[in-house]
């Protein structure tokens, strides 16, 4: 059994947070796995693409950790909003296709 942490406020706001511990299911492993082949799974799929799909997916979805928005993700990459629309819809077709 492992302990999550998670920030709380402490008792004056010109103090540091202190951790807060909670308790995780005794399935933990199980879950964290289940999640790294999920990854592993959509990274696989994403190789799949051509290289401007596959990476205005990853911008969009936020792979590197930062999720966007179409008109963000349109704009960081440097494509009409219109054009990036019909990107993403060609390249999920695709991979939904795939995964048939």
């Known amino acids: 059994m492992s302990l999550l942490q998670f920030p709380t406020p402490s008792k004056s706001t010109d103090e540091p947070f202190e951790s807060e511990s909670l308790t995780s299911s005794t399935d933990e492993p199980s879950v964290l796995e289940g999640i790294r082949h999920t990854v592993r799974a959509a990274h696989a799929a994403l190789e799949t693409l051509p290289d401007?799909?596959?990476?205005?997916?990853?911008?969009?979805?936020?792979?590197?950790?930062?999720?966007?928005?179409?008109?963000?993700?349109?704009?960081?990459?440097?494509?009409?909003?219109?054009?990036?629309?019909?990107?993403?819809?060609?390249?999920?077709?695709?991979?939904?296709?795939?995964?048939?």
Not at 59 to 84: H, I, V, W, Y
């Open 52 to 100: 401007r799909e596959r990476d205005y997916l990853q911008l969009r979805f936020g792979f590197d950790g930062q999720p966007r928005t179409e008109k963000e993700a349109s704009l960081r990459f440097g494509a009409p909003l219109e054009e990036a629309q019909v990107l993403e819809a060609d390249a999920l077709r695709k991979l939904f296709k795939k995964s048939a």
